[in-house]
């Protein structure tokens, strides 16, 4: 008996090629059907390709093996077909002595007896663990291919050398060691190692009202995800290259080249700088979204061109002997590996070998250096990478080439140039691809918008919103800062104010009527009375004022009217732009003035129930504009806190990065208020609508005092009855009050030269005001020096009375006693101010952080901070710089004193 194992490993290249009357040799006749069989090998083997074709299923029955029908393919081109189903009650321990088949020899293997078929040395298969001391587990079923040339050692009944050899194929199934299998190449395959490896996925930034409120808070949670994923990766690159080496390794001229990428890559992700941290993350999303599509190439990519024939030359692996395993993942289950014609094969190589490359290009192509041009880029946002535009964060230029091992599609067809990208002006010519904002955008449901980090945020916000206006794009734009500090918040502009902006315009145009119809009645009034003749004039109504009635009313009507035009000025304005304070103080001096006006001409309008100037005087309407004023402004603080992220949050979670915005979304334009420069950028997936705020205003005061204006400042009550004597004698005692208020006004003045006995001075003043004398020196601030205490209690106090007259004063309501007094209560604060800093001064040593001295200095220097007079600042600042030289050696005194920031 002799081994004939391949039947292709020595290829004829010739036949004979018969003749009449020839005389055949046996060799000749051989190499007729030699060659014959071996281009029907090759047809199937390099035609087709090799491995399990159908059927073949293991299963078990009543404890018995079942094999079903099917039929494989061997490298060696032999068609190994089991025609029908069969059971297997028997099995035997199998020797390999006919073939010598190199894979079975020195291996622990046994054979599966079919149903009526009797061996020497079988058994009952139920017996198998005993016999063999293994589980089935252990064993992997195959069939083989007995193949091998018989001839007879022993011949009776004539001649033998006639006879000739037999060429013997026995198809046997076959248990084999796990041991074994696992070594063979022939299980090897891209649909086998689909199953090995595991897709990676990468964590989401759960953004949660209070989570974040920094942008250092935000990178670093942005790094904890990013170093994570980034170890996932490399270790799933390794595994991956590890795997498909058979496949991979001819495009990497046999080195692995995962160790390059896994250095660059965990240099990339373990950057320390907290700069553009998104687009690390998002790198490291397209990273795991490409090796996935890599992966999934994987799946039933079973092709092979020209076959190695010693692969499985006779012999094809059915799958794990314990039939537990479906076919797809079982590791010992040889899948039927195709010739690239069959089923685009070649294709799907080529796919899966140009992905994998992929993820090389793009970890040698990152680049997180900030971009300096605003760019709108058309995406997709649920689509296969190469289907996206490029991120910014990659270098595509025709010299790195990225561009090219972008999308496997457009590689195909030579229509890279196509591909969208923020540096698509440096790789394509095309002007659908340098401009595609201009072309048609309905297969895109993203837009990428990049180069706006580092850039002062209005700016950006600004260019944005002209680019969204100039093409039409169906995206929303805002700012929101990522801190909490209030005061820097910035106001979306366009916000609206929901039917204040129609009452603020119909209060604005009434005043604005009211004050023309002045204007135009102040001219005729005075051309009237320059017109008359001097006795037709009555007297002068002021008798205090020297002037003729002539020139007192030229002189005022002038004065009036010119206050009229710059308080018009003020109404021009929109509810937005309007600065109510200045407008209610130039309205105030046109009353003020018109008063005095309407004062001196008594008599002159007599006939007159009731002229423009009157109306004017009496008219409170700019009452209105500033109870708009105060919801006003309760509406741009719940704007400011709409307008920080963490208020944002809570009404609007679902923020995410997508390095853009999706087609109907909402872009957010996250800055700080430290630097007022963009720093990140989130999204929301719906389009942002401003929700009106409940402006609530306050209940209306109802009590004796609430004036708008002094209405008897800018009136007088006439009893026309002996009017002229009644007129004189009550301005002899409107005389007399005046002296008598100058003499206590001088006297307070002088009284305020000492701090100590100001307060009762100033109490005298405003009888209205309460001082809290149980709160002087007891400030909740554990002071226990008394003095020290009492000092800051008495500032406090005196800081909270001038507050007090701060807003009198703004309010109209002020009079001409307070505002004398409050132009001097500055001067005795910083007198309070220089006292305690001498005080504090004396201490033999340094003053320790938390000493009485340290408090009280600290508090006494935010109570310095409404300081406003030149004189009183100028007297902290000359205390302050005079004790710093006395006090060099003190350390924390010094530090102290440098918080006087005057």
């Known amino acids: 008996m002799e081994s004939n194992l391949l039947k292709l490993k020595n290829r004829l290249d010739h036949f004979p090629v018969f003749e009449e009357n020839q005389v055949l040799t046996e060799e000749q006749l051989n190499q007729v059907v030699t060659y014959l069989d071996q281009q029907t090998r090759l047809s199937r083997r390099s035609l087709h390709g090799y491995g399990t074709v159908c059927g073949l299923h293991l299963s078990m029955v009543n404890r018995q093996v079942q094999l079903s029908k099917g039929c494989g393919l061997t490298s060696d081109g032999d068609l190994l077909e089991w025609p029908s189903d069969a059971t297997f009650p028997n099995f035997r321990l199998f020797k390999d002595e006919n073939a010598k088949y190199p894979m079975l020899q020195d291996a622990l293997v046994y054979e599966l007896l079919p149903a009526g078929v009797k061996k020497e040395g079988q058994l009952s298969f139920n017996l198998f663990s005993q016999q063999t001391q293994k589980?089935?587990?252990?064993?992997?079923?195959?069939?083989?291919?007995?193949?091998?040339?018989?001839?007879?050692?022993?011949?009776?009944?004539?001649?033998?050398?006639?006879?000739?050899?037999?060429?013997?194929?026995?198809?046997?199934?076959?248990?084999?060691p796990k041991s074994l299998a696992s070594k063979q190449a022939s299980l090897l395959s891209a649909g086998k190692s689909f199953f090995q490896l595991s897709k990676l996925s990468i964590q989401r930034l759960v953004l949660t009202p209070g989570s974040i409120d920094s942008y250092t808070k935000l990178a670093n949670a942005y790094q904890s995800i990013i170093s994570s994923s980034s170890q996932a990766l490399q270790a799933a690159l390794k595994s991956a290259y590890s795997q498909l080496s058979f496949l991979l390794a001819d495009s990497f001229n046999n080195q692995d080249p995962t160790q390059a990428w896994n250095q660059k890559l965990g240099q990339l992700a373990g950057a320390t700088t907290t700069a553009g941290k998104q687009y690390r993350y998002a790198f490291l999303k397209d990273l795991v979204q490409a090796y996935n599509e890599f992966l999934d190439s994987c799946y039933q990519l079973n092709v092979a061109c020209l076959p190695d024939i010693n692969l499985s030359p006779k012999?094809?692996?059915?799958?794990?002997?314990?039939?537990?395993?479906?076919?797809?993942?079982?590791?010992?289950?040889?899948?039927?590996?195709?010739?690239?014609?069959?089923?685009?094969?070649?294709?799907?190589?080529?796919?899966?070998?140009?992905?994998?490359?992929r993820l090389g290009a793009l970890i040698q192509a990152a680049d997180f250096t900030d971009q300096q041009a605003l760019k709108i880029t058309p995406s997709k946002m649920h689509a296969n990478l190469g289907e996206k535009a490029i991120p910014a964060y990659y270098r595509v230029s025709s010299e790195d080439g990225l561009f090219k091992s972008w999308d496997f599609e457009r590689s195909q067809k030579d229509e890279e140039t196509a591909i969208y990208s923020y540096h698509a002006p440096e790789y394509s010519q095309?002007?659908?691809?340098?401009?595609?904002?201009?072309?048609?955008?309905?297969?895109?449901?993203?837009?990428?918008?990049?180069?706006?980090?580092?850039?002062?945020?209005?700016?950006?916000?600004?260019?944005?919103?002209?680019?969204?206006?100039?093409?039409?794009?169906?995206?929303?734009?805002?700012?929101?800062?990522?801190?909490?500090?209030?005061?820097?918040?910035?106001?979306?502009?366009?916000?609206?104010?929901?039917?204040?902006?129609?009452?603020?315009?119909?209060?604005?145009?009434?005043?604005?009527?009211?004050?023309?119809?002045?204007?135009?009645?102040?001219?005729?009034?005075?051309?009237k009375v320059q017109a008359a003749n001097d006795d037709e004039l009555p007297p002068l109504n002021i008798e205090s004022n020297s002037m003729s009635i002539k020139a007192f009313t030229t002189q005022q009507t002038n004065l009036v009217n010119q206050k009229i035009t710059e308080t018009k000025n003020f109404l021009a304005k929109s509810i937005v732009d309007f600065d109510h304070a200045s407008f209610e103080n130039n309205y105030k001096e046109v009353v003020s003035q018109g008063a005095v006006l309407n004062k001196g001409i008594k008599g002159v309008t007599f006939a007159s129930a009731y002229t423009p100037l009157e109306k004017t005087v009496n008219n409170?309407?700019?009452?209105?504009?500033?109870?708009?004023?105060?919801?006003?402004?309760?509406?741009?603080?719940k704007?400011?806190?709409?307008?920080?992220?963490?208020?944002?949050?809570?009404?609007?979670?679902?923020?995410?990065?997508?390095?853009g915005v999706p087609r109907g979304g909402t872009f957010i334009l996250l800055y700080s208020s430290s630097t007022s420069r963009v720093v990140a950028d989130m999204s929301l997936p719906y389009w942002y609508v401003d929700e009106p705020v409940s402006e609530v205003p306050e209940e209306s005061d109802v009590s004796d005092n609430n004036l708008v204006l002094d209405w008897k400042f800018n009136n007088d009550i006439f009893v026309y009855t002996n009017q002229n004597n009644k007129l004189k004698e009550s301005i002899s005692n409107l005389n007399l009050q005046v002296d008598q208020f100058q003499f206590e006004l001088d006297t307070?003045?002088?009284?305020?030269?000492?701090?100590?006995?100001?307060?009762?001075?100033?109490?005298?003043?405003?009888?209205?005001?309460?001082?809290?004398?149980?709160?002087?020196?007891?400030?909740?601030?554990?002071?226990?020096?008394?003095?020290?205490?009492?000092?800051?209690?008495?500032?406090n106090q005196m800081n909270e009375y001038k507050m007090h007259l701060e807003n009198q004063i703004n309010a109209g309501a002020a009079s001409e006693g307070e505002k004398a007094v409050y132009n001097d209560m500055e001067l005795v604060m910083a007198g309070i101010v220089e006292d305690t800093i001498v005080k504090t001064s004396k201490t033999a040593t340094d003053i320790t952080r938390d000493s009485d001295e340290a408090k009280t200095l600290e508090m006494m220097v935010n109570l310095t901070k409404n300081l406003k007079s030149d004189g009183a600042i100028q007297k902290v600042r000359n205390t302050v710089e005079s004790v710093k030289t006395e006090s060099t050696a003190k350390e924390n005194y010094l530090a102290k004193l440098n918080m006087f920031n005057l």
Not at 639 to 656: A, N, R, V, W
Not at 777 to 782: A, I, R, W
């Open 748 to 795: 307070q003045k002088t009284n305020l030269n000492s701090y100590q006995g100001s307060i009762n001075t100033l109490i005298q003043t405003i009888p209205n005001y309460q001082i809290d004398y149980g709160s002087i020196g007891g400030l909740d601030s554990n002071i226990k020096d008394s003095y020290l205490a009492n000092n800051l209690g008495f500032l």
């Open 639 to 659: 704007d400011k806190e709409k307008s920080m992220l963490q208020t944002f949050i809570e009404g609007h979670p679902g923020l995410e990065h997508t390095g």
């Open 315 to 357: 012999h094809v692996f059915i799958g794990d002997a314990a039939a537990q395993i479906e076919d797809k993942k079982d590791p010992f289950r040889q899948h039927f590996v195709e010739t690239p014609f069959q089923s685009h094969g070649k294709e799907k190589l080529q796919r899966c070998v140009f992905l994998f490359k």
């Open 430 to 527: 095309l002007p659908e691809v340098r401009s595609p904002l201009s072309y048609d955008l309905t297969a895109y449901d993203h837009f990428r918008i990049e180069g706006h980090l580092g850039q002062p945020f209005r700016t950006a916000f600004e260019t944005l919103q002209s680019m969204v206006r100039a093409h039409n794009l169906p995206i929303k734009v805002l700012p929101i800062m990522i801190e909490t500090d209030f005061s820097r918040a910035w106001v979306w502009p366009g916000l609206k104010y929901y039917g204040m902006e129609i009452m603020h315009k119909l209060y604005r145009d009434e005043l604005v009527n009211n004050l023309n119809e002045l204007k135009v009645f102040n001219v005729e009034l005075n051309n």
């Open 135 to 176: 589980k089935l587990s252990d064993f992997a079923a195959l069939l083989y291919l007995e193949s091998y040339l018989f001839d007879p050692d022993v011949c009776t009944g004539g001649d033998c050398d006639n006879k000739g050899q037999t060429q013997l194929n026995q198809l046997r199934v076959l248990l084999v």
């Open 620 to 637: 409170i309407n700019f009452s209105k504009l500033k109870g708009l004023a105060d919801l006003i402004k309760k509406r741009e603080e």
